[in-house]
């Protein structure tokens, strides 16, 4: 397919030109200082693995999520369970698994 101008298109995307594709070429083998930079500040912003001990550390905004879906599905109980135990649950392997 092409547009009347000459351009090839695939239904409403806009195929790469030359130029372009070489642009894209180049950011990838040579790398994008800025690309590298935002990662590197978000793997140093938060640890992502587990401990020494096998567990994952649990932030301050997932206890308050935690606690909130607690209160709203367990309105009597949810006080009984202290924040060490909550955060003791949420730290296993198993309560990350986002399946």
Known sequence: MSTSNGEATVGDAKLL??????KVHDDIVHGDQDVEDEFQDAVDGAATGPDESGNFP????????????????????????????????ASKPYSKDPT
Request: aromatic letters at 10%; one cysteine or more; hydrophobic letters at 30%.
């Open 58 to 89: 649990v932030t301050e905004e997932e206890m308050k999520s935690i606690r909130a879906e607690l209160a709203c599905e367990f309105p009597e109980d949810y006080t009984y369970l202290s924040d060490a135990y909550v955060k003791s649950v």
């Open 17 to 22: 030109t030359e130029d372009e594709v070489q």
